[in-house]
């Protein structure tokens, strides 16, 4: 069987979107799951909407996404050379000629078949000319002028277009250039890519571009269009849905496993399953479980998919991607067991690494201040006996786990009388500055020892200081 090679042939003219993204993971996807190839293009030939910024920002998205590549970049404005090859090659077949018409002619051709009842195209006035090159002339593709071209997609199914509905399109500008449709199917011939999988935005420039492979004598690729992506009002998804930048979704504390299965899961699925490991993924993806309405973007769902993601991943899988939440968040801390034992206790709690990089930081920092309403109530006389019975029990302990713990806070809840909630509430304040936090065992275990009694002896000092 053919290698499957597939292509993700951005314009680098923005940041990456949810749209572009999906098509991206799709392809990637595809490839990984077929044991194929990758191929990363950049469509440049737009000199004044392209810019490095824009490359840099792409390339910075699939490499969070963890979408890696097997070939490329490749970049459009590089090969210039190549297009002009397979333009001469169009002409010399006759599958080409030179044009002289201007764009104002054009236009008036356009209108003059529109009030006729036609299509609005280029009317072949230069096509039977045989002119030359010259330094205003642009190069048309010949289409056939009947038959039909015939699209199997493997989303959307047979699609038939007319010949004679089609124009005679540009390939090249007057200035040299190569158009869209041209230096896409040459990149696709020159490429060896035989499966292109992209939104059904395209579907019209598909037959010109399978009329292209023809032309140039070559194979036509697999082709699969995707429905696109619509806002919760079923129109074109837009910032106003709450669709953004992938990099922005990386910002608001997004894990990169969670996005890409909420892009999957917006026009793929399988069965009633929702929840995806990226290995799940490449192992059932397939063309055949790629709907045909378009997917809706719900902004709830990808944060409870975040949620369960955050749940799911390895303390230290979470970790990379926290620290720089953390650094937003004006502290920091250095990767290693304590922070992992930290993200543990948050994983359940946390819908956002935002969130947990908020939650997470008395780990890292004592607290500066006490919650006011939960001083007020907690940090009163008869909180001091079992805080400072609590001191003094820890700097004997040897072994400092969960079960060691319990018992120790059992001792003291005989000693004192107290039920636990009453000596847990005020040390929790003590050790986090809140009255919300994680499980009381769980805090000490991770601070340790030292740290521990350190920010109770503090507590105990305030509480003596605010109450004498």
Known sequence: MEKIITRFPPSPSGHLHLGGARTALFNWLYARH???????????????????????????????????WD???????????????????????????YCTCTPEEVEAMRVRAMETGGKP??????????????????????????GNTVLEDKVKGRIVFQNEELDDFVIRRSDGSPTYHLAVVVDDITMGINTILRGDDHVNNTPKQMLLFLALGSALPTFAHVPMVLGSDRSR???????????????????????????????????????????????????????RSAGIFNP????????????????????????????????????????EKAI?????????????????????????????????????????PPMQNLIDKLGQMDAFTHEALEQLFLSVMEETGLKLGKIAQPVRLALTGSTVSPGIFEIIEVLGKEE???????????????LN
């Open 34 to 68: 077929m044991k194929g190839e990758f191929v990363l293009r950049i469509e440049d030939t737009d000199a004044a909407r392209s810019s490095q910024d824009s490359v840099d920002a792409i390339l910075e998205s699939l490499e969070w996404l963890g979408i890696d």
């Open 71 to 97: 070939r490329g970049p490749f970049f459009q404005s590089r090969r210039f050379d190549i297009y002009t090859e397979y333009i001469e090659r169009l002409l010399d077949s006759g599958h080409a000629y």
């Open 121 to 146: 195209k280029y009317d072949g006035t230069c096509r039977y000319k045989g002119l030359k090159e010259s330094p205003d002339a642009v190069v048309r593709f010949a289409v056939p002028e009947t």
């Open 237 to 291: 998804l837009s910032k106003r849905h709450g669709a953004t930048s992938v990099t922005a979704y990386r910002d608001q504390g997004i894990l990169p496993d969670a996005l890409i299965n909420f892009l999957v899961r917006l026009g793929w699925s399988c069965g009633d399953q929702e929840f995806f490991t990226r290995a799940e993924l490449i192992e059932k993806f397939s063309f055949e479980n790629i709907g």
């Open 300 to 339: 709830d769902k990808l944060l409870a998919l975040n949620a369960d993601h955050i749940k799911a991943a390895s303390p230290g899988a979470i970790a990379g991607h926290l620290l720089p939440h953390m650094e937003m968040e004006g502290y920091t801390a250095g990767p290693g067991p304590m922070l």
């Open 344 to 384: 543990e206790t948050l994983q359940a709690r946390s819908k956002t690494l935002v969130d947990m990089a908020k939650d997470i930081r008395f780990y890292f920092e004592a607290p500066a201040a006490y919650e006011e309403k939960g001083a007020k109530k907690l940090f009163q006389t008869d909180a001091l």
């Open 452 to 466: 521990t009694i350190k920010r109770l002896r503090a507590a105990v000092a305030f509480i003596d200081e605010n």
